[in-house]
């Protein structure tokens, strides 16, 4: 039992980073935001504790990765909009490439994938 | 509750996060964000139709867990130690959950945990480990003295059964005592396992060629029996050695055998030039017997002439006896009462007035010093004291500052006492380093202690970390730790969670703290005082001293011992020939104005004594008149020694010759025995069945140390008796230590196997005899230069943190109008009552403690007003300085920063 949620932390913890880039890669996004394209893209599948969300925000914008900022938009409340930076970039390439390893992987051991391959 | 506005959000959202501590822009930017989520989703909801309650509801479901958001920030947000907070209490929840066992391990966590904390904060760490080495230094010195001289046993089998006996004295005090009345307590009393009887005797001894002087002692021959003393080479005494024909037998120290002899282990059995006579070597003792003093290098045995047989009056020996087993110190001195009431009504010619006194061994030994080190003692404890209420200071400053990692700590499930212990744990461990520290400051203390307190202390040559020192040192660390961390544990650990989110930023203000920070800076400035007047009477007394008029003039005087062996100068004239011989010599070197001789230089302890009749007045009752010093001296004495002629004339050629019966009388003498003033020409009777006609009257001297009233005092010419030694004393016309190698080799030209020794200037004299008071006074001005010097940071940081404190207040105040000057005023007014109140407290304190160094003082009363005001005035004057820099700190404070400091 515990196995297995250690995993799903695991790949959650893994994938969170590269969602949330991938969300603010062509266009900067609120938190707000973040958490519910995450969610309905994701059909709910995929649903961020807001507790895990601006943490893990606040832990990338550190490293680098993203860059917070606010922004007033005219009739709108102020808002801190975050977008993928040079360095978030290449992170999220080498993550992608990573995942799709992986998936790929997966795919030749266990067959996961619901689409005939090519191969 | 939340309410639709994004105020209220914000509201809502500042106090969940608060107990993280954030403070600054950062928080106020995640609050602002985290609220501006929830007022999106609240937004959404009612756009969806849902009701205000529903909506709410719905917004807050996205935070269901507040308590995961605070941890995953503190991850996030938090430097590296408050991170370190989290861990160790994660450490702990784990460790309390396993139970047993764990306490060890989680002590093991709280100590990491604090060894970072005080790596992290280097400055703080090297403020407190500094104070605490000093304060645990100083005690671990004081106590290492007191350890080697009050404490430890004297290194003899059960030596709490070793007593001294006296005859006790009629004008009070003891002496020593006789043949024919050793002979009578040895027959007569049966408390004992047995008395022996020893007389320090001075040895000349061959080293490298060179004649040395060595310290005997003539003993008889159950002296190592009642010691207790075994030897490490050879054999101690046996009985009948101390009969004629068999007492050339010689027991050494192991300090002589190794100095002179190279510990050549064949040396038992052999024989050795001892004062012009061949001795052998019986036994070596190993270095602890030290008995009588530990200056003693060589025992021979004590062999009683017929005249010392028969004469009770005369008393010329020092006694050691250790009890029966089962014998108490009251029983034994009861039985020897007795024996004392019985020899006086036997013999009431020369036994009224006396008894018998016995002392502990090892009372005796410390009792001059033991009020001395017993203040030492509690100064120390003192600035100990001080330095502990720094160091609580200095914790209840980083306490206020940790007061983010204590509120992280309670919302992660710290309870109170788990605080207290890991505060606690860490000012142990602070005060477990200083006291490390401190035992290194101790042990270069006690090298220089050793040293200056050599001439002093009886067994300074003991004084070393032992044992007990460490042991000392680690219970006074504990102590220290408990007694810093305590307050500032409590203090914290109590501190409201509610309370700290109120204060934001301003963390640590209440006014609970601020108020035991000032009541501890007040009690480090009333200990400072109480060392304050203590040293301050101690210089007072000591200047007092290096005032008394000495009667002597030691510029330029030469001082130096000779003892003639009684093998080669058995009678006073062969003696008297050496000393005249050498006087001749050395008057006639270039650079010499006046040499003479006296068989004791003023200022000693010790002296002979006796009392006096004057021609023509009826003799008083013994015991009923005061003492006179004997002395023997040369005419050039008084000479070298600038003591003035008041009337006749000083010693003659003529006086030498055996047959004369001229004396010289000191001005006390006459005031004391003559009404009329008159002494020349007059008849008096000193010890002896002789009249002794006073030819002359010289100025006073102070025989016995210069807290000591001059006594009357008679000089014999140095021919008249042989004395067991001489001191030359040589006025020269420049600096008398250039004299020295001369007068020895003219020494020497007279007899090349006579030794000199204790080679001192006359001032040198002066100031070895109040080195005690000297090293009082050094050590107590030390303590409380520290004690000072502690306070005096402890307000600078009360005053600081009070200005840092009040930065809003102050920013009040100047905004209304106040002048720079009026804040400069505000703050060191606030400064000096702290002060004030601590140099009161400090003052009544003193005032009942200098009562217990009376014994020390000289020429000042312990209430001395003078020196109270003084060192109030010298700490309000360091006190007011100190207050100065935070206050002009102060001043700089812009208003309206200030107002904008919350």
């Known amino acids: 039992m515990s196995d297995s949620r250690i995993l799903d932390r695991e790949l959650k913890k893994g994938s969170a980073e590269m969602l949330i880039m991938a969300l603010v890669e062509d266009r900067a996004r609120h938190g707000y935001e973040i958490a519910k394209l995450i969610g309905d893209r994701s059909e709910g599948v995929l649903q961020f504790h807001t507790a895990s969300l601006y943490p893990l925000l606040y832990r990338m914008e550190k490293r680098g990765w993203i860059k917070g900022q606010w922004v007033e938009k005219a009739g709108q409340r102020r808002r801190r909009y975050y977008r993928l930076t040079a360095a978030g970039q290449k992170v999220l390439a080498a993550q992608r490439n990573t995942w799709q390893e992986f998936f790929a992987a997966l795919d030749r051991v266990a067959r996961i994938t619901t689409e005939p391959g090519d191969a | 509750m939340p309410e639709g506005a994004k105020g209220e959000w914000v509201r809502f959202v500042r106090v969940r996060l608060a107990p993280l501590g954030l403070g600054g822009t950062r928080e106020a930017e995640i609050v602002e964000e985290l609220a501006e989520h929830l007022e999106a989703a609240y937004e959404d909801a009612l756009a969806l139709g849902r009701s205000e309650d529903e909506a709410r509801h719905e917004a807050l479901a996205q935070f269901p867990d507040w308590r995961l958001l605070e941890c995953e920030l503190s991850r996030t947000e938090h430097t590296a130690v408050t991170r370190l907070a989290a861990r160790a209490e994660g450490a702990f929840s784990h460790a309390s959950r396993n139970g047993g066992g764990a306490v060890l391990e989680q002590l093991f966590k709280d100590l990491g945990y604090g060894f970072r904390m005080l790596r992290r904060r280097p400055g703080f760490t090297a403020v407190a480990l500094l104070t605490l080495a000093l304060g645990i230094g100083a005690n671990s010195a004081i106590f290492s003295v007191v350890n080697a001289v009050l404490l430890r046993p004297l290194p003899y089998p059960e030596p709490e059964r070793l007593v001294s006996v006296y005859e006790s004295l009629p004008q009070g005090g003891t002496g020593s005592v006789s043949v024919p009345n050793l002979m009578d307590w040895r027959a007569q009393s049966d408390v004992f396992t047995g008395i022996a009887a020893y007389q320090y005797g001075d040895f000349n001894l061959q080293e490298q060629q060179q004649p040395v002087r060595a310290v005997g002692v003539y003993v008889s021959p159950n002296f190592f029996d009642v010691l207790g003393a075994t030897p490490e080479a050879g054999r101690a005494f046996l009985e009948g050695e101390d009969t004629d024909g068999r007492q050339r037998v010689v027991v050494l120290s192991d300090k002589l055998w190794r100095r002179a002899y190279g510990a050549d282990a064949g040396l038992v059995g052999r024989d050795i030039p001892l004062g012009g006579e061949k001795y052998t070597v019986v036994g070596v003792m190993p270095p602890s017997v030290q008995f009588p003093s530990p200056s003693v290098e060589l025992w021979v045995p004590l062999v009683f002439s017929d005249a010392q047989r028969a004469s009770r009056g005369q008393h010329a020996f020092n006694t ?101 212990r890991q505060f606690l744990t860490e000012s142990v461990l602070l005060s477990f380093l200083g006291g490390a520290a401190g035992l290194v400051v101790a042990s270069w203390a006690v090298r220089a202690l050793s040293t200056l307190a050599a001439s002093y202390l009886a067994r300074a040559g003991e004084v070393s970390l032992d044992w007990r020192v460490v042991a000392f040192t680690t219970a006074l660390s504990v102590i220290t730790g408990v007694v810093a961390g305590l307050a500032p544990a409590l203090h914290v650990s109590r501190a409201d969670v509610q309370e700290t989110l109120k204060e934001s930023g301003n963390a640590g203000s209440s006014a609970r703290g601020t108020w035991m920070r000032s009541g501890l800076a007040v009690a480090e400035v009333a200990s400072a005082l109480v060392l304050l007047v203590g040293a301050g009477l101690l210089v007072k007394s000591f200047v007092r001293l290096q005032s008394v008029e000495t009667g002597v003039r030691p510029e330029n005087v030469l001082t130096m011992r000779v003892s003639l062996p009684a093998a080669r100068y058995d009678t006073a004239q062969k003696a008297g020939l050496f000393y005249r011989e050498v006087l001749e010599r050395v008057s006639a070197l270039p650079g010499v104005e006046a040499a003479g001789v006296i068989n004791l230089l003023p200022l000693q302890r010790y002296g002979t004594n006796g009392e006096i009749q004057v021609e023509g007045h009826d003799p008083l009752p013994p015991g009923r008149v005061p003492l006179t010093e004997y002395r023997l001296a040369s005419a050039g004495y008084f000479k070298a020694l600038g003591i003035p002629l008041l009337s006749g004339r000083l010693f003659e050629p003529g006086d030498e010759r055996d047959t004369a019966r001229n004396v010289v009388v000191s001005q006390t003498l006459v005031r004391t025995f003559f ?161 004030a109140a601590g140099i009161g407290l400090g003052a009544l304190a003193a005032f009942g403690l200098t009562r217990l160094m009376s014994s020390l003082l000289y020429g000042v009363a312990g209430t001395d007003p003078a020196t109270y005001v003084l060192v109030s005035a010298l700490l309000l004057l360091v006190a007011l300085a100190a207050c100065y820099i935070p206050a002009r700190r102060a001043t700089k404070v812009d208003p309206l920063v200030a107002l904008r400091y919350e």
């Open chain 2, 675 to 835: 009404p009329d003033g008159v002494a020349v020409g007059k008849r008096i009777k000193a010890g002896g069945p002789d009249w002794l006609t006073v030819v002359g009257v010289v100025g006073d001297v102070r025989q016995s140390g210069l807290t000591q009233p001059s006594r009357p005092e008679l000089f014999f010419p140095y021919t008249a008796y042989r004395g067991d030694g001489m001191t030359l004393v040589v006025k020269g016309a420049g600096d008398p230590a250039d004299l020295t190698a001369a007068v020895r080799k003219e020494v020497q030209a007279v007899d090349p196997n006579q030794p000199v020794y204790n080679v001192r200037t006359m001032q040198e004299v002066i100031d070895l005899s109040i080195s005690n008071s000297r090293l009082n006074m050094t050590l107590l001005s030390i303590f409380a230069g520290l004690a000072t010097l502690l306070a005096v940071v402890g307000i600078y940081s009360v005053m600081s943190y009070l200005v840092t404190q009040h930065t809003r207040e102050i920013g009040i105040r100047m905004a209304l109008g106040a002048s720079p000057s009026n804040i400069l005023r505000l703050v060191i007014g606030q400064g000096l009552l702290l002060t």
């Open chain 2, 320 to 420: 050691v006896a250790r009890l029966k087993p089962g014998v108490s110190l009251e029983q034994a001195q009861e039985q020897m009462s007795t024996i004392g009431r019985i020899l006086e009504q036997q013999y009431p010619a020369q036994q009224e007035g006396r008894g018998v006194t016995l002392n502990l061994v090892q009372e005796e030994a410390v009792q001059y010093v033991r009020p001395a080190l017993l203040i030492l003692l509690g100064a120390v404890g003192f600035v100990l004291l001080i330095a502990c209420t720094n160091v609580a200071n200095l914790l209840l400053a980083r306490a206020a500052a940790r007061r983010k990692e204590v509120a992280i700590r309670s919302a992660l499930g710290a309870g109170r006492w788990r605080l207290v």
